[in-house]
């Protein structure tokens, strides 16, 4: 069982920056992926980002590209996500999970971080 723990979030104006952190304990593997999620009041969660723990690829979204990074820490079992150029459509529940590499389904979540940008 993996524990997922997000921090960071909070409110800030648009064209401003944040930095979310997910420190992940527990059954940990080298082999895991580690994404970002996000969900806004009344729509699904969509996903954000994703970074291998081994060799550090990483995947985003159109809408966030060239404005979020992910990137983590191996030797603090977190996984951070710089955001950049802030609009109001980032503002949601933000999400880490976890999923084996060899999986398509993230089986591990925490419990979500609050980004609101105000206009």
């Known amino acids: 069982q993996v524990q997922l723990v997000e921090s960071g979030g909070g409110l800030v104006q648009a064209g401003g920056s944040l930095r979310l952190s997910c420190e992940a304990s527990?059954?940990?593997?080298?082999?895991?992926?580690m994404g970002w999620f996000r969900q806004a009041p009344g729509k699904g969660r969509e996903y954000v980002a994703s970074?291998?723990?081994?060799?550090?690829?990483?995947y985003y979204t159109d809408a966030v590209k060239g404005r979020f990074t992910i990137s983590r820490d191996n030797a603090k079992n977190t996984v951070y996500l710089q955001m950049n150029s802030l609009k109001p459509e980032d503002t949601a529940v933000y999400y880490c999970?976890?999923?084996?590499?060899?999986?398509?389904?993230?089986?591990?979540w925490g419990q979500g971080t609050q980004v609101t940008v105000s206009s």
């Open positions: 999970a976890r999923r084996a590499e060899s999986n398509r389904n993230y089986d591990s």
């Open positions: 527990g059954r940990t593997f080298s082999s895991d992926v």
């Open positions: 970074i291998t723990w081994s060799r550090g690829y990483t």
